[in-house]
């Protein structure tokens, strides 16, 4: 029901591992065997593992901030909704509209990488600013953003793309650019966004959709997420 916990569960240690396991399988055996009695028994029962799954899951939260874990990761798509899920626990996560597949991760960038059936490829990454090299405390949100972006296209300017500023939204915190190779037919859209205390790094790179298709995506899922 829940195979990412199990996967999660599978890398603590065992003694812990085998306490969870246990409360869970408990949890459900009751259930299982309750589900022939009276409807209000059932109800409560079904509660009582909701519960046990919350509190396991904040138990694992706390040992990955101890054990140094970075975050829980999924990804799943709900054909009733057509959206797709990127979990990034503790983080948050992105519901993308319609079907995509995850292809791959950065390490470096912390970018997952998907795509959908027209090929058309997405990457989506959410870390605390605190986390790069260029943050200060006490920085605004529009320096923070203008060094976010400035880091990264200088690495792309030694590779010979040309960089465009689309659309810097200071009010609305965020920064579009593109990152342009044109001996070699690439353009790749990108926007830097901050929100709260966590950095935005999205991007888009297609051989079918618009430069500004992929624009207005962008901004709508950083807008949704």
């Not at 999924?74 to 909704?81: H, L, M």
């Not at 959709?209 to 995506?217: C, G, L, R, T």
Request: proline letters at 4%; aromatic letters at 16%.
């Amino acid at each position: 029901m829940f195979p990412w916990l199990f996967i999660f569960i599978n890398r603590m240690p065992d003694g812990l591992c085998l306490s969870i396991e246990q409360l869970i399988c408990q949890s459900r055996f009751e259930m299982i065997n309750l589900k022939g009695q009276s409807l209000s028994n059932y109800s409560f029962m079904n509660q009582k593992f909701h519960f046990t799954f919350i509190a396991l899951s904040l138990v694992l939260l706390s040992a990955c901030k101890a054990a140094g874990t970075s975050m829980i990761v999924g990804s799943d798509y709900d054909e009733s909704k057509n959206q797709t899920t990127l979990t990034l626990l503790p983080y948050g996560g992105f519901v993308i509209p319609d079907k995509w597949t995850k292809t791959s991760y950065n390490e470096v960038s912390k970018q997952h990488y998907f795509h959908n059936t027209d090929s058309t490829t997405i990457a989506l990454a959410k870390n605390p600013k605190e986390k790069y090299p260029f943050y200060k405390s006490g920085q605004s949100d529009k320096d923070f953003l203008t060094a976010f972006t400035s880091w990264e296209s200088e690495h792309f300017k030694t590779q010979g793309a040309i960089i465009t500023i689309i659309d810097d939204q200071p009010d609305k915190r965020y920064i579009l650019w593109s990152a342009a190779i044109p001996a070699e037919g690439v353009s790749t859209i990108y926007l830097y966004g901050l929100k709260s205390k966590y950095a935005y790094n999205l991007s888009a790179y297609s051989k079918t959709w618009s430069n500004e298709k992929m624009q207005d995506f962008l901004v709508k899922l950083f807008d949704n997420n």
